[in-house]
């Protein structure tokens, strides 16, 4: 490949301590196809989960207790009756505001501050670098040192609030078991909605700073026997942490849209039980 003399101030890959090459990649493979599959991924998420934030509506089947994730907890007057499960001290919002508005953020900056999304969209989205052996387009490099991805510190407050969620997820799910005449009762959406919250634990708690809450700075296992225990299961759900990221993606998206049938009355729930 022709090679260029470096630029005087040029940053990155074209800095003076680099091997001055012109081409952005001397890869023949294709080296694009992770990033593209990775950025078409996140795009069918992101648009689903805005569109269905926005909707409000269909999140509540009030016949068998079933609410979606995307609006848990409902915590306004404008909430359909029965889906507030810790009261409304939210008043009326205007349709544009979406139900979920409280935890939707923080749900969002657990996953955008999360090691692996972070991974994922710095070669997808913005392409620094896109993949092993290939030239980043960006010109400067500041890492994570600089607003706004300076906010990637704060990854361990978002798992906190992600904690939280997941309770209020497990509890969505318990009442989920509910049957058409009061009492106990199973259905294909029980059954979603619990494998989903399982799920989300099991992403949650896979965390980076999960493990590093559990076990981080610890000189003696042998003196914290709980806290080893715990960091022995969490160091073995890590290392499956990327494969939970986007599972629990699709899960998501799958336990909203089946709400949203049961409810709009496009399908009705499988029963097994009342
Ligand atoms: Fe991915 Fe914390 S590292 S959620």
């Not at 919002?93 to 710095?122: D, E, H, M, N, Q």
């Amino acid at each position: 490949a022709p090679s260029k003399a470096p630029e005087s101030g040029a940053a990155g890959v074209f800095s003076r301590s680099r091997a001055a090459i012109a081409a952005k990649t001397l890869r023949t493979d294709r080296w694009w196809v992770p990033p593209l599959i990775t950025v078409l991924g996140l795009s069918v998420f992101v648009i689903y989960a805005t569109v269905r934030s926005f909707q409000n509506n269909w999140y509540w089947v009030e016949e068998y207790h079933y609410l979606t994730p995307f609006y848990s907890p409902c915590l306004s007057d404008a909430c359909v009756p029965g889906s507030s499960h810790f009261g409304t001290p939210i008043p009326k919002l205007p349709s544009w505001i979406p139900l979920g508005f409280l935890v939707l953020p923080f749900l969002l900056l657990f996953r955008l501050t999360c090691y692996y999304y972070r991974k994922a969209y710095y070669r997808s989205v913005w392409m620094s670098p896109p993949a092993c052996a290939v030239a980043e387009p960006h010109a400067k490099y500041t890492g994570e040192t600089r607003l706004p991805l300076i906010i990637q510190n704060a990854h361990r407050y978002f798992f906190y609030a992600a904690a939280l969620i997941a309770v209020i997820n497990t509890y969505d799910a318990a009442i989920s078991f509910h049957g058409a005449d009061g009492g106990f009762g199973i259905g294909l959406g029980s059954l979603i909605i619990t494998v989903n919250a399982t799920l989300l634990w099991a992403y949650t708690l896979s965390c980076h700073s999960c493990r590093h809450i559990a076990g981080g700075r610890l000189k003696h296992f042998s003196q914290h026997p709980v806290r080893y225990r715990f960091w022995t299961v969490v160091s073995k759900l890590n290392t499956r942490h990327m494969q939970l990221a986007w599972t629990t993606l699709g899960t998501l998206i799958l336990t909203d849209l089946y709400i949203a049938l049961v409810a709009a009355d496009k399908i009705s729930d499988l029963r097994i039980i009342g």
